[in-house]
């Protein structure tokens, strides 16, 4: 939630005269230096927790500036070409997430802690050394910048903020989507379910959570070669609707009615979870195309960060309605007896949002907004 703080930072106060490059560098150093020290010391417990919020601390940062590098990229750029480059970024992180779930457990099984710790300080090493490849102008030729420069240039910059976040075309579709990523889940109810009355194991968790990083990728895939140049507003509508139908397929499980058509309730499981996660990325992936390509010259970082703060702000009051419902409902880690008018409340609500689908501009407003985007800039 604190992002748009770093990209407050990084659009206002080059370092070295560059804006995005640097702060790559220093961040992936940091994040290496913090992995480095876990591998090869032995920290006590606020040491550790110091390092592993420092790592925490240069990932954010250089995720927001990457983000930033991104929507520079998009600008001027039609839907389709805008959707490729946020499927390559949001592909690669779901590769990723797929190598990390696959190896990881094996290697801390095989090798210890402490070799996985020195392993994952390479990476940051690799975000350092491709960021002094980014070709950037520099902002400062002298690469310094005074106080009254810095002062003049946060001035400038709140001020183009604030223009941006004011036009509709922006915010309106913000509280759509934060409107439908605040509606209640039941994330953490079904997780007990699945260990305590289905009696799933840790290992085959975290199988289904592997599953799940793959059904991300195939939803980026989905996205970028079948659906990047459709409207905004059909990919929300029809999304919304399947993902309620599919919602109700949680009760199959919860009632074991797929053992009577000889269905596996660890078979069942994955697929529910596959198919859940491709649509959920399929709907993903056309916010963060309007955001970056909507983000006005000179705010990319802090409005690009604010937007995803804003999302993640509507998932943690999901959870938060989730809890609530579930406390309400009477289902507990020991007594699930309600979970199946919970499962199908919470799925009536993924609808409750749609009446908003007018909030998103057409695409001929779109075009106009990106087009004021670029003159403010």
């Known amino acids: 939630m604190i992002k748009p703080l770093y990209g407050f930072l990084s659009d206002t106060v080059p370092l070295f005269g560059y804006r995005r490059r640097s702060y790559l560098v220093l ?27 420092l790592g925490s601390f240069s990932t954010a940062c250089a995720d927001v500036v990457a983000d930033s590098i991104v929507v520079q990229l998009c600008r001027g750029e039609a839907q389709s070409k805008a959707g490729s480059l946020q499927s390559l970024c949001w592909g690669s992180a779901a590769a990723g997430s797929v190598a990390s779930a696959y190896f990881s457990g094996s290697l801390v099984h095989d090798h210890g802690p402490r070799t996985v710790f020195a392993v994952t300080a390479l990476f940051p090493l690799l975000v350092s050394a ?7 102008p520099r902002v400062l030729p002298e690469g310094k910048q005074t106080l009254a420069q810095a002062q ?5 910059q709140a001020r183009a903020l604030w223009a941006a976040v004011r036009h509709p075309a922006i915010y309106l579709p913000t509280l759509f989507v934060f409107s439908w990523q605040a ?5 953490t109810v079904m997780t007990f379910f699945q260990t305590k009355q289905l009696g799933f194991s840790t290992e085959y968790l975290g199988q289904i959570r592997l599953v799940g990083a793959l059904a991300s990728l195939a939803g980026v895939g989905v996205y970028n070669y079948g659906l990047k140049a459709t409207p905004l507003r059909t990919i929300f509508l029809w ?11 949680q009760l199959i499980l919860i009632t074991g009615t797929n053992l009577r058509f000889g269905i596996s309730n660890e078979v069942f499981a994955l697929a529910d979870t596959t198919l859940l996660t491709v649509l959920g990325q399929v709907s993903f992936m056309p916010v963060l195309v309007l955001a970056s390509r909507l983000c006005p010259e000179g705010v990319e970082a802090t409005l690009f960060a ?38 199908t409340f919470v799925t009536l609500c993924t609808l409750a949002p749609l ?4 909030l998103i501009p057409p695409a001929s407003t779109l075009a106009a907004a990106e087009e004021h985007g670029r003159k403010d800039g």
């Open 239 to 249: 999304t919304a609707l399947l993902g309620t139908g599919l919602g109700f397929t």
């Open 130 to 136: 491709a960021a002094a490849a980014i070709p950037e």
């Open 27 to 53: 961040c992936g150093l940091l994040n290496c230096v913090c992995w480095l020290a876990l591998a090869w010391t032995s920290p006590g417990v606020w040491a550790t927790v110091t390092l592993l919020v």
């Open 355 to 358: 009446p908003l689908l007018r």
């Open 152 to 156: 003049e240039s946060a001035a400038v």
């Open 183 to 187: 509606t209640p889940t039941v994330e």
């Open 306 to 343: 604010t937007l995803m703060s804003v999302l993640n702000a509507g998932g943690f009051t999901g959870q938060a309605l989730g809890s609530a419902l579930t406390t309400v409902f009477g289902v507990t880690s020991d007594d699930f007896g309600h979970l199946p008018q919970l499962v």
